[in-house]
């Protein structure tokens, strides 16, 4: 039997207020230990106001948050130590060379000076940029900033990454050794909460994800949970070498299939319900003769299911 | 006419600015009342001098609010586009340089032309009782509008250079002096070292102060074509700044690669001002065990060394005059001009560096990533004043002894031309400079970090810190010199230099304390809050008050104690 999942962070009726504008509406999310968690909603959703409150450095109107077990603000000092927070925009001193700036961060969290020079340079090569320690933060491009910002969050060994945006302005090439590299830190053991747009990503990254529109929450779990809830009927696509509607006129006849149409030479079969087996398309085809070429199940990606539980509203 | 869509945009900025509206009905306010006391102190003087010295004073005070238009308006215009990335956006379009330079023009002159439309009815006051001739009248209006233009425009070139708003509004505030009163005083130096037989037309042509004079009626009828050359002088030195910014101004907008050279340069800056590589290692351990902020704020590790190059520089017109004068360098004035100098510079510059760093990390966003940190707010205060401790405590302590110096030469027997109460009244002057000094640092230092922390940008923050802490207790005092002669109308001939003194000392030390009490609680138990508040959507004024106590702000997370 497993053991129940522990969780790192858990939110209690989170609220945030600005103004008249309400940001967070009484969050309840939790997130397990050793999750890679996508943070999903539109701009103004709500998701920077929920980082920045888990950070510390915004207070909630309302509710609170345990994280690893040290209560948001009560015990704000102990979270600190446990988090590194990347915020969308930072601050990157330029006139600062890449080890003065993890060299201060690691003072800033305190770690003794004789071990500080190698946790400088660990984080540098976890990260890939230790043939720029002595480089200008200035002269460094984007992608290698957000390296930097990646390795100042790691600095003191954090069990918990919150990251905003940490793929926002970088180039494919730098989005996947960044996305390669918080898959490396989850396999470290690290829990890492990162809200994106890109919504691909965090669909083959994250193995949990919530959904945020408006400062509520839509919904928390598994990638796949999402996908089903969204699912409308299982859905089949399928080739065959011959014409398609010989096959289209086999499946129709079928009462366990709901709908059959066709896109682009491909045949989309719509199953009457969920208990149906896909087999049983293969099986109707290669009985009634018709020459199966391919059969593939129908993806709900990430970016379908966003557009399906949202509505776009904003704040 | 394709500068319009950019003044129809800064108008609508403007618009939403309540300082547009507190300045056309500040200025008239100040004008009216300063007139006010003006006529009650001097009722039983014939109406032609009362009218006369309102108007003096009034256009005075409207001449030098017009000199300092530029530094206020339009120093930092085209230089603030340029920092936010917009002024490329506009140069994308089919705009030109002049329309830019135009269109900017236009909108920041609006305030100070509210302010002086606003004053003119005020100004034209002297001429109803009689004494002020309409065609003074008539000239001093062109001279304020001329004086208006001409700063703006200046303030508008040094804009398209520049890049940092502060180098920018000092480097105009430079050139108005320049033309306005050092090249008239380099004229009269010339003069007076017999180099010339008069005091040089020339010198005095391009001085606003020069013109301001001369439209006067008397200098004016001695002289009708010197005025009239001074505002010809002022106006095109006007339109040429404006020509070049309109020149400069594309040309200056794009961030370009810096060739070899310059690469050379700024590789060589940034040797010079934090050291080689392992200066620079050395110096980093060091300071960063005495405190993480520390190191942060002071690691330009040659900034005491400006410090003392300023105080060398005084030190070094001393043995100039020392070498000039010999023994008659030795005299109160010396000393007095010495030591206000010395003061002034100090307690600036303190103003400037106290929330330098906070400001800079709040507008970088970096704020966000040190308060996710462990580092505590009381850290944070003590790193930032161990680094004003690092660059000014020697320098500081080295003119509270020259000070000193200047009190004990007070006392001495040597000033044997003043009587004894002069003397005692000397030596409470150097005493309570020496105090001011020490005061106004700790309340510069509290009320510099809490603005730092809540003003708009590290400019304002600056800005704020001198006027609450150096200028206000000057304003307060001038006030109380203004109305205390029409309150107690008996104290007319009793000497008031001790009572001037103690009023200055104890009007300084309330603000000193006031403020800086005011301040140190404020970043002690709100400056998680304040870092914050730039997410929030700011208040006015009044609904600020209306609102106080119904909006609470939320708690901000503690685990250290507000205190701590």
Same mark, same amino acid.
């Given at each position: 039997?497993?053991?129940?999942?522990?969780?790192?962070?858990?939110?209690?009726?989170?609220?945030?207020?600005? +103004?008249?504008?309400?940001?967070?509406?009484?969050?309840?999310?939790?997130?397990?230990?050793?999750?890679?968690?996508?943070?999903?909603?539109?701009?103004?959703?709500?998701?920077?106001?929920?980082?920045?409150?888990?950070?510390?450095?915004?207070?909630?109107?309302?509710?609170?948050?345990?994280?690893?077990?040290?209560?948001?603000?009560?015990?704000?000092?102990?979270?600190?130590?446990?988090?590194?927070?990347?915020?969308?925009?930072?601050?990157?001193?330029?006139?600062?060379?890449?080890?003065?700036?993890?060299?201060?961060?690691?003072?800033?969290?305190?770690?003794?000076?004789?071990?500080?020079?190698?946790?400088?340079?660990?984080?540098?090569?976890?990260?890939?940029?230790?043939?720029?320690?002595?480089?200008?933060?200035?002269?460094?491009?984007?992608?290698?900033?957000?390296?930097?910002?990646?390795?100042?969050?790691?600095?003191?060994?954090?069990?918990?990454?919150?990251?905003?945006?940490?793929?926002?302005?970088?180039?494919?090439?730098?989005?996947?050794?960044?996305?390669?590299?918080?898959?490396?830190?989850?396999?470290?053991?690290?829990?890492?909460?990162?809200?994106?747009?890109?919504?691909?990503?965090?669909?083959?990254?994250?193995?949990?994800?919530?959904?945020?529109?408006?400062?509520?929450?839509?919904?928390?779990?598994?990638?796949?949970?999402?996908?089903?809830?969204?699912?409308?009927?299982?859905?089949?696509?399928?080739? =065959?070498?011959?014409?398609?509607?010989?096959?289209?006129?086999?499946?129709?006849?079928?009462?366990?299939?709901?709908?059959?149409?066709?896109?682009?030479?491909?045949?989309?079969?719509?199953?009457?319900?969920?208990?149906?087996?896909?087999?049983?398309?293969?099986?109707?085809?290669?009985?009634?003769?018709?020459?199966?070429?391919?059969?593939?199940?129908?993806?709900?990606?990430?970016?379908?299911?966003?557009?399906?539980?949202?509505?776009?509203?904003?704040? | 006419?394709?500068?319009?869509?950019?003044?129809?945009?800064?108008?609508?900025?403007?618009?939403?600015?309540?300082?547009? @509206?507190?300045?056309?009905?500040?200025?008239?306010?100040?004008?009216?009342?300063?007139?006010?006391?003006?006529?009650?102190?001097?009722?039983?003087?014939?109406?032609?001098?009362?009218?006369?010295?309102?108007?003096?004073?009034?256009?005075?005070?409207?001449?030098?609010?017009?000199?300092?238009?530029?530094?206020?308006?339009?120093?930092?215009?085209?230089?603030?586009?340029?920092?936010?990335?917009?002024?490329?956006?506009?140069?994308?379009?089919?705009?030109?340089?002049?329309? =830019?330079?135009?269109?900017?023009?236009?909108?920041?002159? $609006?305030?100070?032309?509210?302010?002086?439309?606003?004053?003119?009815?005020?100004?034209?006051?002297?001429?109803?009782?009689?004494?002020?001739?309409?065609?003074?009248?008539?000239?001093?209006?062109?001279?304020?509008?001329?004086?208006?233009?001409?700063? $703006?425009?200046?303030?508008?070139?040094?804009?398209?250079?520049?890049?940092?708003?502060?180098?920018?509004?000092?480097?105009?505030?430079?050139?108005?002096?320049?033309?306005?009163?050092?090249?008239?005083?380099?004229?009269?130096?010339?003069?007076?070292?017999?180099?010339?037989?008069?005091?040089?037309?020339?010198?005095?042509?391009?001085?606003?102060?020069?013109?301001?004079?001369?439209?006067?009626?008397?200098?004016?009828?001695?002289?009708?074509?010197?005025?009239?050359?001074?505002?010809?002088?002022?106006?095109?030195?006007?339109?040429?700044?404006?020509?070049?910014?309109?020149?400069?101004?594309?040309?200056?907008?794009?961030?370009?690669?810096?060739?070899?050279?310059?690469?050379?340069?700024?590789?060589?800056?940034?040797?010079?001002?934090?050291?080689?590589?392992?200066?620079?290692?050395?110096?980093?351990?060091?300071?960063?065990?005495?405190?993480? @902020?520390?190191?942060?704020?002071?690691?330009?590790?040659?900034?005491?060394?400006?410090?003392?190059?300023?105080?060398?520089?005084?030190?070094?017109?001393?043995?100039?005059?020392?070498?000039?004068?010999?023994?008659?360098?030795?005299?109160? +004035?010396? @000393?007095?001009?010495?030591?206000?100098?010395?003061?002034?510079?100090?307690?600036?510059?303190?103003?400037?560096?106290?929330?330098?760093?906070?400001?800079?990390?709040?507008?970088?966003?970096?704020?966000?990533?040190?308060?996710?940190?462990?580092?505590?707010?009381?850290?944070?205060?003590?790193?930032?004043?161990?680094?004003?401790?690092?660059?000014?405590?020697?320098?500081?302590?080295?003119?509270?002894?020259?000070?000193?110096?200047?009190?004990?030469?007070?006392?001495?027997?040597?000033?044997?031309?003043?009587?004894?109460?002069?003397?005692?009244?000397?030596?409470?002057?150097?005493?309570?400079?020496?105090?001011?000094?020490?005061?106004?640092?700790?309340?510069? @230092?509290?009320?510099?970090?809490?603005?730092?922390?809540?003003?708009?940008?590290?400019?304002?923050?600056?800005?704020?810190?001198?006027?609450?802490?150096?200028?206000?207790?000057?304003?307060?005092?001038? =006030?109380?010199?203004?109305?205390?002669?029409?309150?107690?109308?008996?104290?007319?001939?009793?000497?008031?230099?001790?009572?001037?003194?103690?009023?200055?000392?104890?009007?300084?030390?309330?603000?000193?304390?006031?403020?800086?009490?005011?301040?140190?609680?404020?970043?002690?138990?709100?400056?998680?809050?304040?870092?914050?508040?730039?997410?929030?959507?700011?208040?006015?004024?009044?609904?600020?008050?209306?609102?106080?106590?119904?909006?609470?702000?939320?708690?901000?997370?503690?685990?250290?104690?507000?205190?701590?």
């Amino acid at each position: 039997m497993n053991a129940p999942p522990i969780p790192a962070v858990q939110t209690f009726g989170l609220t945030r207020l600005y +103004g008249s504008i309400t940001a967070l509406d009484k969050l309840d999310l939790t997130v397990n230990k050793g999750d890679l968690f996508g943070f999903i909603g539109s701009n103004g959703a709500g998701k920077t106001t929920t980082l920045r409150i888990l950070a510390t450095f915004l207070a909630p109107s309302a509710g609170t948050a345990q994280i690893l077990g040290h209560d948001l603000l009560r015990e704000a000092d102990a979270v600190r130590h446990v988090i590194g927070y990347m915020p969308d925009f930072f601050g990157v001193y330029k006139d600062m060379e890449v080890t003065e700036y993890l060299d201060f961060f690691g003072a800033c969290y305190k770690i003794p000076t004789a071990q500080r020079e190698k946790t400088v340079n660990d984080v540098l090569e976890l990260v890939g940029l230790t043939e720029k320690k002595g480089a200008l933060i200035g002269a460094l491009s984007r992608g290698m900033q957000q390296r930097l910002g990646l390795a100042r969050v790691l600095i003191h060994d954090p069990q918990l990454l919150l990251l905003d945006e940490p793929a926002s302005g970088l180039d494919p090439r730098a989005r996947i050794e960044m996305m390669a590299i918080l898959q490396e830190l989850q396999r470290l053991g690290k829990t890492i909460i990162i809200s994106s747009h890109i919504l691909s990503e965090l669909q083959t990254l994250c193995n949990r994800v919530a959904i945020i529109e408006k400062g509520r929450l839509i919904y928390s779990g598994p990638v796949q949970g999402v996908r089903d809830q969204v699912s409308q009927g299982q859905v089949v696509w399928v080739r =065959v070498s011959t014409e398609p509607t010989q096959a289209i006129e086999l499946l129709k006849a079928r009462k366990e299939i709901a709908e059959v149409t066709t896109t682009d030479g491909e045949i989309k079969v719509t199953l009457a319900g969920p208990e149906i087996e896909h087999s049983i398309v293969a099986d109707i085809l290669v009985r009634g003769g018709a020459k199966l070429i391919e059969l593939r199940e129908d993806e709900v990606g990430l970016e379908e299911v966003f557009m399906r539980v949202t509505r776009g509203e904003t704040q | 006419m394709t500068f319009l869509p950019i003044v129809a945009r800064e108008l609508r900025i403007a618009a939403r600015r309540p300082g547009t @509206y507190r300045v056309r009905s500040g200025a008239a306010l100040v004008l009216i009342l300063m007139g006010t006391w003006l006529y009650l102190t001097k009722q039983n003087a014939p109406t032609q001098d009362i009218a006369m010295g309102l108007f003096c004073m009034s256009t005075g005070i409207v001449v030098l609010y017009c000199l300092l238009s530029g530094v206020q308006f339009t120093a930092d215009c085209l230089s603030e586009e340029k920092r936010e990335g917009t002024l490329g956006l506009l140069f994308l379009t089919d705009l030109k340089g002049y329309d =830019v330079v135009l269109g900017k023009l236009v909108a920041t002159s $609006l305030n100070g032309f509210y302010a002086v439309l606003a004053v003119v009815p005020v100004m034209a006051l002297p001429l109803l009782l009689g004494g002020v001739e309409p065609g003074e009248f008539g000239r001093m209006a062109v001279v304020v509008v001329n004086t208006l233009f001409f700063s $703006l425009a200046l303030g508008m070139c040094v804009s398209a250079l520049s890049r940092s708003p502060r180098k920018a509004m000092a480097m105009t505030f430079f050139l108005i002096l320049l033309l306005t009163a050092i090249l008239p005083a380099c004229g009269a130096w010339l003069a007076a070292m017999g180099k010339t037989q008069q005091l040089g037309r020339a010198w005095l042509m391009p001085s606003a102060g020069f013109s301001y004079y001369q439209a006067f009626d008397t200098p004016y009828k001695l002289g009708e074509a010197e005025f009239w050359w001074s505002v010809a002088v002022i106006h095109g030195l006007g339109w040429i700044a404006l020509v070049l910014a309109a020149v400069i101004v594309p040309r200056s907008w794009q961030d370009r690669p810096a060739g070899a050279q310059r690469l050379r340069w700024r590789e060589r800056w940034h040797w010079w001002s934090f050291g080689n590589p392992a200066e620079r290692i050395e110096f980093r351990r060091r300071m960063l065990d005495r405190g993480a @902020y520390f190191w942060l704020a002071a690691r330009a590790r040659l900034g005491p060394a400006y410090v003392w190059a300023v105080l060398g520089l005084v030190g070094c017109g001393w043995v100039w005059g020392i070498a000039k004068a010999r023994r008659d360098w030795f005299e109160e +004035g010396t @000393y007095v001009f010495t030591g206000l100098l010395l003061n002034l510079v100090l307690k600036v510059w303190f103003a400037l560096e106290a929330g330098k760093q906070l400001a800079e990390d709040r507008r970088q966003g970096a704020l966000e990533l040190l308060l996710s940190t462990p580092l505590t707010v009381r850290e944070i205060l003590r790193g930032q004043r161990l680094a004003l401790e690092r660059q000014f405590l020697g320098p500081v302590l080295a003119v509270l002894m020259v000070f000193f110096l200047f009190l004990t030469a007070s006392s001495s027997d040597a000033m044997s031309q003043q009587n004894p109460e002069d003397r005692t009244l000397w030596m409470l002057f150097w005493a309570a400079l020496m105090l001011m000094l020490v005061a106004d640092l700790a309340g510069l @230092y509290w009320v510099g970090m809490w603005e730092g922390l809540a003003a708009k940008n590290p400019t304002r923050a600056a800005a704020t810190n001198v006027g609450r802490i150096l200028v206000l207790p000057w304003v307060v005092l001038g =006030v109380v010199a203004l109305v205390a002669p029409l309150m107690w109308p008996h104290l007319e001939g009793v000497p008031v230099a001790k009572y001037l003194l103690g009023l200055w000392f104890g009007l300084g030390l309330a603000a000193d304390v006031g403020f800086g009490a005011w301040a140190r609680q404020k970043l002690l138990a709100e400056f998680r809050l304040a870092a914050t508040r730039r997410y929030e959507p700011l208040l006015g004024f009044w609904k600020r008050v209306l609102s106080r106590g119904e909006r609470a702000s939320p708690a901000v997370p503690q685990g250290e104690a507000p205190h701590s």
